[in-house]
């Protein structure tokens, strides 16, 4: 049954768990993430983003969820907006049955110029209000996503902030936070502590002074009560990078998210961990994979079920990891 990001959330708090919140633009990642909470019983949070709805069309989108929801009926399911630039972005999508939103202020309107503190209040606690009078949830954003290592937002990918960043700007302030939460009534709120989107996250493993998690634990002993968001939470895992350049891909050697530092996260408030590459790679890995293999294949569906079936199994991963399994 559909339900909201905030009841959602509520019970992954009362009982000490994380809920990935895996990003959908096909039919074929709609299929797998439901056939992996399926199988193990998890709730789900599945989100578009605007290139989502644009690629897949607002209405065929709709009818996907629709569809399902039920298919599954006995599944807790949460249909998000991710990254939604402005109110008209965030209304429509509760207009075609969203659940939830994120209203992310932390840039402008054109999803790259970092945003400062009034804009991303007014306009976080308006989508909040009218999120609210028609009973959707609403995820905000502190912070701006990029790179410690570096010091640089993330700009090539289309998302996220262009160019220099402060060291604080890329850590979301836990006072801040705390009076954040306070003006605009979100029901969570995502925080920057040094992940970005996409593959290319960090060019070692990450320690504590690429991957803030402290700041994580600083902002639950603040705000106890509110849900966190961790964005840029794939783990690029080695086998996926390994797959894709084995059958011709040129990936270079890169690194995601522990999912040990995740799991630390889920022990401090954070609720919704955000993963799209990962499932991104798994699916490109086996399309490469059956079309390397079978070079006079040219049926849609001897490739797209391998990549179904791969996007499912990290699926199962991450709701087996994060807790999430046996929840629903
Ligand atoms: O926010 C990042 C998600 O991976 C969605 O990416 O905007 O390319 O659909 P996208
Ligand atoms: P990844 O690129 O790490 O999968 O992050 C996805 C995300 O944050 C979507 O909002
Ligand atoms: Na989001
Ligand atoms: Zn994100």
Redesign the pocket.
């Known amino acids: 049954a559909l339900i909201t990001l905030r009841q959602l959330l509520d019970h992954a708090a009362e009982n000490g768990y994380g809920v990935p919140a895996f990003?959908i633009?096909n039919m074929e990642q709609g299929l797998a993430i439901m056939e992996a909470a399926a199988a193990t019983d998890s709730p789900v949070i599945m989100q578009a983003?605007?290139?989502?709805r644009s690629y897949a069309n607002d209405l065929m989108l709709a009818k996907m969820m629709e569809a399902l929801a039920e298919m599954h009926p006995s599944i807790p399911f949460c249909v998000h907006q991710?990254?939604g630039n402005n109110e008209e972005t965030c209304l429509t999508a509760i207009q075609h049955g969203f659940t939830s939103v994120m209203m992310d202020g932390s840039l402008k309107a054109d999803g790259k110029t970092p945003a400062d503190w009034d804009y991303n209040v007014a306009i976080t606690a308006r989508v909040a209000e009218m999120a609210h009078w028609v009973g959707a949830s609403v995820e905000g954003e502190l912070g701006v996503l990029g790179s410690l290592e570096s010091g640089k937002g993330e700009a090539e990918d289309?998302?996220g902030a262009e160019g220099e960043l402060s060291h604080d700007q890329l850590l979301t302030d836990p006072d801040e936070a705390v009076e954040f939460v306070r003006l605009t009534k979100v029901d969570a709120l995502a925080v920057a502590m040094g992940t970005s989107?996409g593959a290319y996250k960090f060019t070692r493993k990450p320690d504590g002074a690429v991957l803030a998690m402290n700041v994580i634990e600083e902002i639950h002993r603040k705000l106890p009560n509110t849900h966190l968001v961790m964005h840029g939470s794939s783990s690029v895992p080695q086998d996926l990078q390994d797959i894709i350049n084995e059958f011709g891909g040129e990936m270079p050697q890169t690194w995601g998210v522990p999912v040990e530092e995740i799991v630390r996260g889920i022990k401090h408030g954070v609720r919704k961990i955000n993963i799209?590459?990962d499932n991104r790679m798994a699916m490109t890995g086996a399309i490469r994979k059956v079309l390397t293999e079978n070079k006079q294949e040219f049926d849609p569906r001897k490739y797209l079920k391998p990549a179904m079936d791969a996007m499912r199994k990290l699926c199962t991963q991450r709701f087996e990891e994060f807790g999430t399994a046996g929840q629903a």
Do not use: E
């Not at 983003?49 to 989502?52: H, P």
């Open positions: 990003n633009n983003s605007r290139g989502a991710d990254h289309g998302h989107h799209d590459t």
